[in-house]
């Protein structure tokens, strides 16, 4: 039983409990043959009074071998329109598609970086609060998707009204 | 023959013949050997040489674990298969040589993993040996080990060096009081970089993996072609990156075709020691200490120089195995019964729940962690008696749980 | 786990580049501060002869960059061994100053042979 399985083990027992209490709508293991809890396939709802309210959001979860003093591994595999998120999960596959310093492996240590204090729970937590973006400013030049940063600060309302279109069609799918 | 147990009935005269150079040694106890049971894991360049020595001595019981079939590049240093046919199991081949080297001792080949090992055959044996190549494996080994609390005898060999260690759980440290994270294998990471590759080495494996997908094949060291389709794309990248030299046939052979060096003169140094090593243990655990006090220490073995080296490896007061926080349990649970039951058995035992976790269990199986299904039984999870369980969701910790099947 | 999203390519037609923005770059090796500069003699276990050397070293510095640089000057291949102190394996990922080397200590070079610890 190493440090690894101890931390993926308990980040896990954290992430049930939010299952348990409906935070997130679906948690298991991503490889259903192997059934190993170190690679997940998590479903995530869009917070009630956004723009991606009653949106279910797929995230992949993978916890690297050096965990936890690297972040886990994170893809969203439905699309979305966000200035932090990569659009089309059919591009950039096996990649990270969602800019955010908690999981970003040049940030560790730094502010607002992974530590090996945080979890899981803090990662799903911090990617959910993301899509609150009421009052957020973003720096439209560090972003995944720059045409729908320059769209959310210029031009709230067709941004507002993309994103539920997209929600609309596409975020209804689970696992 | 001086003060042996010659004339024990537990020999026969057969036997008494055969160990007739062995009861002259001063303090041998050959009925010692007789009732002792060895679990030999690896039957490979190490675990031939002990199990042939072994067998030779006469240790009454010997299981033999290795998942692995033989190729024939294990003949210049595997004596235990020269009769066997290529790709038969080795701990099979291994059992059908053992029993011609002697035929009066017990012998059991396991054609398996060590995860699908019965637990009871670690439970059961006196000492355990490792004769492994991989460093997961060998963690599980040790948490084998270290639960069961056996003598775990383990070695390994590189080039012309190797070492002998024998880990006496909670007395000195363990495979997992120190662990060293491991090195970013290179082939990982390529996998997971798709753009800028960091290191010169994944320039190569970049092009295995361009191999890989237009071919629909591994990349075949042997065969020039693949190997200028490898040094084409790679040193394209090299050039790109800046990660000169180029490469060349020869490193590009190096890199892909990569075996480990294995020569019987030195795997037969390492496992000598390893079974002289055994027999100490032995008969120490009987009381007898003439063959002198087993070793704790970490020996190397120089075989340019011919020099021994010795260490002495502290045990880690906190090792998640070994460590004064580790929480172990053992609990009886009927076969029919679901495993919500061990939850509701450690909350009788006074453990509190942690407000902010669900609890799990979890089975450690290789690579992974496999998460066991509390709604079912032991049986309809894949579990038997005996196996170890890893419990996350109370206050206290992380609890192991070894639990033991009833009807 | 890629699926077909029908429409998504007229939905989102106007995405400009596909820039690899999310290629990861490459990490920095810095020392890490508050290290002090110590002697320490690296002597090896392998090899055709018992070789010693004197080394300043820094506690800040990576284990793993010491590594490679005793490799360099022993004429072995970091691959080859590992680095030992007082019985323990120091770990690549770590700093000298992670581990109780003090000035004047003897680090090992151990065979990492298959059982490495």
């Not at chain 2, 010692?32 to 199990?51: D, F, H, M, T």
């Not at chain 2, 081949?93 to 053992?98: P, S």
Request: aromatic share 8%; hydrophobic share 35%.
């Amino acid at each position: 039983m190493s440090i690894r399985q101890k931390r993926i083990s308990q980040d896990y027992a954290r992430l049930k409990k939010l299952y348990k209490e409906g935070t997130i709508k679906q948690l298991k293991a991503f490889d259903s043959q192997k059934k190993s809890i170190d690679h997940l396939k998590i479903l995530l709802v869009g917070p009630k009074g956004t723009a991606f309210a009653k949106g279910l959001f797929r995230l992949e979860m993978k916890f690297p071998r050096e965990y936890p003093n690297q972040p886990p591994f994170v893809r969203l595999h439905t699309p979305i329109w966000h200035p932090n998120f990569w659009p089309k999960p059919s591009e950039y596959p096996g990649q990270r598609n969602i800019c955010l310093a908690l999981v970003d492996p040049n940030y560790i240590g730094k502010k607002g970086g992974w530590s090996p204090t945080k979890t899981a729970v803090t990662v799903v937590q911090a990617i959910t609060s993301m899509l609150n973006t009421a009052g957020q400013y973003i720096n439209p030049t560090d972003v995944f998707n720059k045409k729908a940063a320059l769209e959310m600060m210029k031009e709230r309302k067709k941004f507002d009204k993309k994103v539920k279109n997209l929600v609309k069609k596409y975020a209804n799918k689970k696992w | 023959m001086g003060e042996s147990d010659f004339f024990s009935k537990d020999l026969t005269a057969k036997e008494r013949q055969l160990y007739d150079r062995q009861f002259r040694l001063k303090g041998w106890n050959q009925r010692i050997l007789k009732n002792s049971r060895i679990l030999i894991v690896g039957v490979g360049g190490l675990g031939c040489e002990i199990a042939k020595n072994l067998a030779m001595l006469g240790v009454g019981h010997i299981d033999l674990v290795d998942l692995d079939v033989i190729e024939h590049s294990n003949l210049n240093r595997q004596i235990l298969f020269m009769d066997a046919d290529i790709a038969k199991p080795k701990a099979i081949a291994a059992v059908e040589m053992l029993k011609k080297v002697n035929p009066n001792i017990i012998l059991k080949g396991y054609h398996t993993s060590l995860e699908k090992l019965p637990p009871v055959i670690f439970k059961k044996a006196d000492v355990i040996v490792g004769g492994l190549d991989s460093k997961n494996a060998r963690i599980n080994l040790n948490l084998q080990a270290v639960r069961f609390k056996k003598p775990l005898v383990d070695g390994g060999v590189n080039g012309y060096h190797g070492h002998i260690y024998t880990i006496f759980p909670y007395e000195n440290a363990c495979y997992d009081c120190h662990p060293t994270s491991s090195t970013e294998s290179d082939e990982m990471a390529a996998c997971t970089v798709v753009g800028v590759p960091r290191k010169r080495v994944h320039c190569l494996f970049k092009a295995t993996m361009a191999f890989e997908e237009k071919f629909s094949t591994v990349p075949n060291p042997g065969n020039i072609d693949d190997v200028n389709f490898l040094i084409s794309f790679a040193n394209n990248l090299v050039d790109k990156f800046n990660f000169n030299p180029q490469f060349t046939v020869k490193e590009v052979i190096n890199i892909i075709d990569h075996h480990e060096p294995g020569i019987i003169t030195i795997n037969a140094v390492i496992a000598s020691i390893q079974s002289q090593e055994i027999l100490k243990i032995l008969n120490y655990q009987k009381g007898n200490s003439a063959l002198g006090i087993p070793s704790k220490e970490y020996i190397i073995y120089n075989g340019m120089t011919q020099k021994f080296y010795y260490l002495t490896k502290p045990r880690n007061p906190e090792c998640l195995q070994c460590g004064k926080n580790v929480i172990r349990e053992e609990l009886y649970i009927r076969k029919d019964q679901k495993l919500q039951c061990i939850i509701d058995a450690l909350k009788m035992k006074g453990y509190k729940l942690d407000e902010e976790m669900e609890p799990i269990l979890t089975v450690p199986e290789f690579d992974s962690l496999r998460e066991l299904d509390l709604e079912k039984t032991a049986i309809a999870n894949k579990i038997r008696s005996l196996s170890f369980i890893s419990l996350s969701g109370f206050q206290e910790g992380e609890i192991f749980v070894t639990i033991r099947l009833f009807k | 786990m890629s699926e077909d999203f029908d429409d998504l390519d007229e939905d989102l037609e106007d995405i400009e580049d596909k820039t690899p923005a999310i290629a990861s770059k490459t990490p920095n090796v810095a020392q890490a501060p508050g290290g002090k500069d110590i002697s320490i003699f690296f002597m090896s276990t392998i090899g055709p002869g018992e070789k010693k050397q004197k080394l300043l070293v820094n506690t800040g510095n990576n284990v793993g960059d010491i590594k490679t640089t005793v490799g360099n000057i022993f004429g072995i291949n970091p691959s080859d061994f590992h680095l030992s102190h007082g019985g323990v394996t120091l770990d690549e990922g770590k700093l000298i100053m992670d581990y109780p080397v003090k000035d004047g200590d003897t680090i090992l070079l151990i065979p990492a042979s298959t059982a490495g610890i």
